[in-house]
């Protein structure tokens, strides 16, 4: 299976029935809204395997992943009934568990053995201590990098680099008329995309979104030497357009042989490695950067499944869940394409399989993941759990503001300053609105 050509075929809203021949008048049919990501994509080519287990029939709803999040946002909070299982992550299942929004997956089969997901992972998609999503993997950040331009520059990637290493290194890389591009990253507006790798990266800078008291803290100068700092980088050595950009794009610019170095989510490793990639056989792995004041910019994150509350197909999702998140499903996926392209980063068993333990980036994966800690991310204490994002209601309508105006001024339309300004307003506007301050 081309994982390029599946891509390709996922447009912005793609409606993919799995087992149409099963799904006569006595067959039950459930509706998934996911992220066209690849290991997502890779799922659907799957389900025809679920559908003549179970005669369960399965209806994709593929969506970009800034849309993703609108539409189930509005689906749960309006009660819409469109879908019976949601793609979701560690910022609203804790949140919508609470509100009674999601099923409890607190009755899965023993043969599932909930307790094999790693720690991490089930603390992030519970609430109370019930699970209220499954992951289907996990992941942290990390630096992947062209090893072959890294020796040309005559330099050595550290195990655990710093920022400064890191700009030295773009500059190094960055070849104009070759059109490769040291460093990208993601400038794309929204909560998740850009929003979530400028979070991260500010915790290691020594910055946060609010203090104690809930105050914004956008006027201080860990966040200017934040957005000082990786604008000045990615002028000097990203892609064009970086603004836009992101996970997608700079996946596809990396595969292409465009980019000398990504910092990204941890399950791009498979991607970049695998049969997609220009650059498969010269790309290593290294830690997210720091500054030496104790906190790395990685973030700690999963894309899992969950059960909107009032579906009229509970039963019937618990299978699918059951199925697309389980060591089964890890074995199918290295059966058919490999153990570097199964989904990394739910499962303890996985990391403790001989056969997996031999993929070049599982370990760096692992450890990311591990060095990842939600309740302690920044230097000065903050009030809020999380990462790349603060785990209240009111983060993600307020982040996806603060990131259009962070990628407004990456795209020149207006100074950092300015967009720190106005972050600071909105941030406190909205969290005074809201009864925080």
């Known amino acids: 299976m081309s994982l390029k050509s599946t891509l390709c075929a996922a447009t912005a809203l793609t409606l993919v029935t799995a087992g149409g021949a099963f799904a006569d008048a006595h067959s039950a049919t459930i509706t998934i809204a996911t992220v066209n990501n690849g290991d997502m994509i890779r799922m659907?080519?799957?389900?025809?395997?679920?559908t003549a287990e179970t005669g369960i029939a399965v209806?994709?709803?593929?969506?970009?992943?800034?849309?993703?999040?609108?539409?189930?946002?509005?689906?749960?909070?309006?009660?819409?009934?469109?879908?019976?299982?949601?793609?979701?992550?560690?910022?609203?299942?804790?949140?919508?568990?609470?509100?009674?929004?999601?099923?409890?997956?607190?009755?899965?089969?023993?043969?599932?053995?909930?307790?094999?997901?790693?720690?991490?992972?089930?603390?992030?998609?519970?609430?109370?201590?019930?699970?209220?999503?499954?992951?289907?993997?996990g992941e942290s950040s990390m630096v992947m990098y062209r090893?072959?331009?890294m020796e040309a520059a005559g330099?050595?990637?550290?195990?655990?680099?710093?920022?400064?290493?890191i700009r030295e290194a773009a500059a190094a890389m960055t070849d104009r008329d070759a059109e490769i591009n040291g460093i990208c990253l993601r400038g794309k507006a929204g909560w998740g995309e850009g929003g979530a790798f400028i979070t991260a990266m500010s915790n290691s800078?020594?910055?946060?979104?609010?203090?104690?008291?809930?105050?914004?803290?956008?006027?201080?100068?860990?966040?200017?030497?934040?957005?000082?700092?990786?604008?000045?980088?990615?002028?000097?050595?990203?892609?064009a357009g970086y603004a836009t950009n992101g996970f997608n794009e700079n996946l596809s610019l990396f595969n292409q042989g465009k980019c000398g170095m990504w910092i990204d989510a941890t399950v791009a490793a498979s991607f970049v490695t695998g049969a997609d990639s220009t650059v498969a056989d010269s790309v290593g792995f290294a830690l997210a950067p720091d500054n030496g004041l104790g906190k790395r910019s990685n973030w700690l994150w999963a894309w899992a499944l969950a059960i909107p509350a009032g579906t009229q197909q509970e039963a019937?999702?618990?299978?699918?869940?059951?199925?697309a998140t389980s060591k089964d499903y890890i074995e199918l996926v290295a059966a058919n394409e490999g153990w570097a392209n199964v989904p990394p980063g739910a499962r303890t068993s996985l990391y403790e399989n001989p056969n997996y333990q031999s993929v070049p980036f599982a370990q760096m994966t692992l450890d990311s993941i591990l060095s990842a800690d939600p309740n302690d991310s920044t230097v000065e204490p903050s009030p809020y759990v999380g990462i790349q994002f603060a785990a209240i209601p009111e983060f993600a309508g307020i982040a996806s503001e603060v990131s259009q105006e962070f990628s407004a001024a990456y795209a020149g339309q207006q100074t950092v300053e300015e967009a720190l300004a106005k972050a600071q307003a909105i941030t406190n506007e909205a969290m005074e609105a809201a009864g925080y301050r």
């Open 44 to 50: 659907q080519g799957y389900t025809d395997q679920f």
């Open 316 to 323: 019937e999702a618990k299978q699918f869940i059951e199925w």
């Open 147 to 149: 090893t072959d331009l």
């Open 59 to 137: 209806e994709w709803v593929t969506l970009e992943e800034n849309v993703l999040r609108q539409r189930v946002t509005t689906d749960i909070t309006t009660n819409g009934g469109q879908f019976d299982i949601m793609t979701i992550g560690m910022y609203e299942t804790p949140i919508w568990g609470a509100n009674g929004w999601l099923v409890a997956l607190d009755d899965l089969s023993a043969e599932y053995d909930a307790a094999d997901i790693l720690p991490a992972m089930a603390g992030g998609l519970s609430y109370d201590g019930t699970l209220y999503a499954a992951p289907f993997y």
């Open 205 to 239: 800078f020594g910055a946060r979104w609010f203090d104690m008291d809930w105050n914004a803290q956008f006027d201080t100068e860990a966040w200017a030497n934040t957005l000082n700092f990786f604008k000045g980088m990615m002028d000097e050595s990203g892609p």
């Open 155 to 165: 330099l050595e990637m550290p195990a655990a680099p710093t920022w400064t290493f």
